[in-house]
């Protein structure tokens, strides 16, 4: 119990109890007043401190792991990973076990509401009959194809049923922009990946478990990147590899991160050569004739490169170059990996593709080769979200600006994760009406018309498709583990609702009363087909479904790359471009996603908000990492407070001086600045996204490692909340002990 009560209240307490348990759909509820537990009325299929483990998906980032979600008395008490779910084997990530603080968040909004004057945060109770009649009207009203949905790279059961409503009403497609995704560079990844071994875009999954060597070009495998969990059971698998061999691994990247700080060794490689790197190796390779690679199709991509040039430009030697070419070549099953640092250049999609080449050179891009791809899903009933490009933003927001746009859907925040100079909030004033799905009243939700709360992921229903899967496809299937705590809906709800309400061609290919139902019928695809549990009949289907937590064949079901003509035609990595004067601006900005905040989803979650960074140990705010030569030459020193500028804006950082930072890049981390997200994020730190230019790589992407910045002193210091300094709990004695101090 968490507070004290009389004997009094205890026969009071009981009495409502027989009240509750006899009037049909009473919501009596104690704990609010009296803090009592177990709940008065508990849930029918659960006995008072009894235990239940319902399966279902996390929704923390993309990768869909599978989880097991502890519930008492009505109530979610521990999250952990479903050992039977191929992707992630029981294994769970700090994020994925905060997701409690996602249901429990006491910021959240508790029904809908709408706002007389946007930004002016006086938000009125709407009833949800009302709230729904009024988002029909306006979509009624709209101009043909005037209606326009942005929403994060979601869950893929949401996007079964958003794309095909804006395809009914004439609308361009939705724009599923993501920024965690952009840094990951899960778009350009699959796109090149398709264009040299495959037909259409696919993400690779790399085999590190059955790989002896590395190379990996910016992937932080053990933090953030794609898949964090199953890459780091890969790469435990990798250390202690078959016959005791213990597996290498070198990490190129111009910031240490905690994949650098585990690996073999560490280059930290000039921001944008990333890709030049790997063609210096692979000409190398070729010119020795080492390993396969004369024989391989991929050898007329190295034939002319000028590895003196790429020596110069990359920060590495070329003696350093050709030995990295003898290791790649030495080993039986080398692997490289490019990773998301390579998405945040101008030259991205060539970057990418030179890495992909150097395992084609080395005879690794076939079957048992370093990488396989993501198989198609069992039914195409089974509809899966792709990735919008930073250009497909850009179009949304000149739509908005040119008047195209009348009803604006958003389940996302672009206020707070687009770039200030992709001027969205302009194009937002643009727009006459605007609804907001957030839980909580975040930066884009302020300047809504109207917010339709959605549920949190532990009370929806829904399921994700893991991509990349592993070893064989998946889907993560997503079950409510409690009732909802509050008078929200579910944002698939709202929009199989809307299409009732519309009528016409929106019902016709939308024609579910909820989103159980539109489950129900998609599942039934799987009879015949899921080996999982092993029944024929839809029901059952359904059932096993919801208790194993997905769908995934119990063996193994790996799909082997196959190279195209494309590889053997020659292509250029271009110098990366940077926006800036290099004079005015003198060091490259390096952002990059927090381990526990990601890009600022998990900044409402206090538990990730006091996990110490696995680098600098910091939390509760924002630092940016200065390397110590480059402090010494500013005159700074740690927990100094300077402005960080770009020519697009500036924020303040507080200095932690990092030896594991080139001198020519700051690194400032994601997460921060929220200036509304809930009490836990309100007011800390800054948002580094603030900074960036709006500039788009060869494919479309965000260049986000692509904007220059300078450092200017406050004269002002405030002390960063971290465990320990860079070298220890000695900081009386730092500066003897910072190398280049």
């Known amino acids: 119990m968490t507070k004290r009560i009389t004997r009094r209240q205890f026969i009071q307490a009981a009495g409502l109890t027989g009240t509750a348990m006899a009037v049909s759909g009473c919501t009596i509820n104690l704990q609010k007043a009296e803090k009592l537990e177990p709940y008065v009325v508990p849930p029918e299929e659960a006995l008072p401190g009894e235990n239940i483990w319902y399966a279902s998906a996390c929704r923390q980032c993309q990768a869909g792991c599978g989880i097991l979600v502890r519930v008492s008395n009505g109530r979610a008490h521990k999250i952990e990973g479903n050992p039977e779910h191929p992707l992630n084997r029981g294994k769970l990530c700090a994020r994925g076990q905060a997701g409690l603080q996602v249901l429990y968040n006491p910021d959240r909004l508790r029904n809908a509401v709408r706002q007389g004057q946007r930004g002016s945060r006086k938000f009125e109770p709407l009833p949800w009959e009302m709230a729904l009649g009024q988002l029909a009207d306006r979509v009624k009203a709209a101009k043909p194809g005037a209606v326009a949905f ?14 095909p409503l804006m395809k009914a009403l004439a609308a361009p497609a939705p724009v599923w922009y993501d920024p965690l995704v952009a840094f990951e560079g899960r778009g350009v990844l699959a796109k090149t990946t398709g264009q040299y071994f495959g037909s259409s875009p696919n993400l690779p999954f790399f085999d590190l478990a059955n790989s002896d060597i590395v190379f990996s070009f910016g992937a932080n495998l053990t933090e953030t990147w794609i898949s964090p969990v199953a890459y780091g059971r890969g790469f435990g698998a990798m250390r202690g590899g078959a016959l005791g061999k213990r597996g290498y691994l070198v990490q190129f990247e111009p910031r240490l991160s905690s994949t650098g700080a585990v690996a073999d060794e ?15 190796i692979g000409k190398i390779m070729v010119d020795l004739g080492l390993g396969k690679a004369k024989d391989s199709p991929a050898a007329a991509q190295f034939k002319t490169v000028d590895v003196k040039g790429i020596a110069a430009a990359s920060g590495i030697s070329v003696e350093k170059l050709q030995t990295l070419a003898e290791m790649f070549a030495k080993f039986p099953n080398p692997t490289a990996i490019p990773g998301g640092s390579l998405s945040g250049h101008t030259n991205a999609p060539a970057a990418m593709a030179a890495v ?19 198989a198609p899903a069992p039914d195409a009933a089974f509809a899966t979200a792709t990735p919008s490009t930073f250009a497909d933003v850009q179009a949304l927001i000149k739509r908005m600006q040119g008047g195209g746009v009348d009803v604006l859907f958003v389940a996302g925040n672009p206020l707070f994760e687009l770039p200030i100079a992709a001027k969205f909030a302009e194009a937002l004033a643009a727009v006459p009406f605007v609804v907001s799905f957030s839980s909580l009243v975040d930066e884009t939700a302020v300047q809504a018309d109207l917010i339709l709360p959605d549920h949190s992921y532990l009370e929806s229903w829904g399921y994700q498709i893991t991509t990349p899967p592993g070893d064989r496809p998946a889907i993560s299937s997503q079950q409510p583990v409690v009732a909802p705590f509050y008078d929200t809906r579910a944002t698939s709800d709202v929009i199989l609702d ?28 799987l009879v015949g087909k899921d080996a999982a549990f092993n029944v024929k009949n839809a029901d059952k289907v359904w059932a096993g479904w919801r208790q194993a937590g997905g ?30 004067d290099n004079t005015a601006y003198p060091y490259l900005l390096y952002p990059y996603p927090s381990a526990a905040l990601s ?39 740690m927990d100094d407070v300077v402005k960080v500028v770009s020519a697009q804006s500036e924020i303040e950082a507080i200095v932690y001086v990092y030896p594991g930072i080139r001198p020519d890049v700051v690194a400032v981390p994601l997460g921060q600045g929220h200036s509304s997200y809930g009490r836990y994020a309100n007011n800390k730190g800054a948002n580094v996204l603030a900074l960036l230019a709006p500039l788009a790589s060869d494919g479309g992407e965000l260049a986000w490692a692509a904007t220059r910045v300078k450092i200017e002193k406050t004269n002002r210091t405030r002390v960063l909340p971290r465990i320990e300094s860079n070298i220890g709990v000695d900081t009386a004695n730092e500066e003897k002990h910072i190398p280049g101090w």
């Open 498 to 525: 809307l299409a009732n309400r519309l009528g016409g061609p929106a019902k016709q290919v939308l024609p579910w009363p909820n989103t159980v139902a539109f489950l129900k019928e998609v599942t039934a695809k």
């Open 599 to 637: 890009d600022g989803r998990g900044a409402s979650q206090p538990w990730l908000q006091e996990m110490p960074d696995p680098m600098t140990t910091a939390s509760w705010d924002t630092w940016v990492e200065i390397n110590p030569q480059t402090a010494r030459e500013l005159g700074l020193k």
């Open 150 to 163: 942005y929403g994060n790279f979601t869950s893929d059961s949401l996007a079964a049923v958003v794309g």
């Open 266 to 280: 560490w280059i930290p490689i000039a921001p944008g050569a990333e890709g030049l790197a790997a063609l210096a």
């Open 551 to 580: 769908w995934w064949p119990t063996v193994e079901a790996k799909v082997a790359p196959k190279a195209t003509a494309a590889l053997a035609q020659r292509f250029e990595v271009a110098r990366p471009k940077f926006d800036g």
């Open 356 to 374: 992909l080449a150097l395992n084609a050179l080395a005879g690794r891009a076939d079957k048992d080769g370093a990488f396989y791809l993501s």
